[in-house]
């Protein structure tokens, strides 16, 4: 078992940054891919970005890219997502997973973990 706890929500303005944490216990944190989803009122939950174990790969949902970077420290056993450049669309909550990695890659499904949820809103 892999125990996820998501921190760093909160209320900020169009083109403020904020920073998400991921704080995982249990089971080997270094041996799972690590994501980041949203889910906004009323929408299905969407893939926002996702790292290999290692953190050597990663990859973006299109509406994020070049604003928000995903990353990790398996020393601390954390995975956070940095969002620059925030817009009210980004409003939602956001969650991390955790998936067991055997290619050192990232994923977009498959989550077997998951955090209980940081709420993020964006005003314009």
């Known amino acids: 078992q892999l125990q996820l706890v998501e921190s760093g929500g909160g209320l900020v303005q169009a083109g403020d940054s904020l920073r998400l944490s991921c704080a995982a216990s249990g089971r080997a944190f270094s041996s799972n891919a690590m994501g980041w989803f949203r889910q906004a009122p009323g929408k299905e939950r969407q893939f926002v970005a996702a790292t290999s174990r290692s953190g050597g790969m990663s990859h973006y949902a299109d509406s994020v890219k070049g604003r928000f970077t995903i990353s990790r420290d398996n020393a601390k056993n954390m995975a956070y997502l940095q969002m620059n450049s925030l817009k009210p669309e980004d409003t939602a909550v956001y969650y991390c997973?955790?998936?067991?990695?055997?290619?050192?890659?990232?994923?977009?499904?498959?989550?077997?973990?998951w955090g209980q949820g940081t709420q993020v809103t964006v005003s314009s």
């Open positions: 997973a955790a998936r067991y990695d055997s290619r050192d890659t990232y994923y977009y499904t498959g989550y077997e973990y």
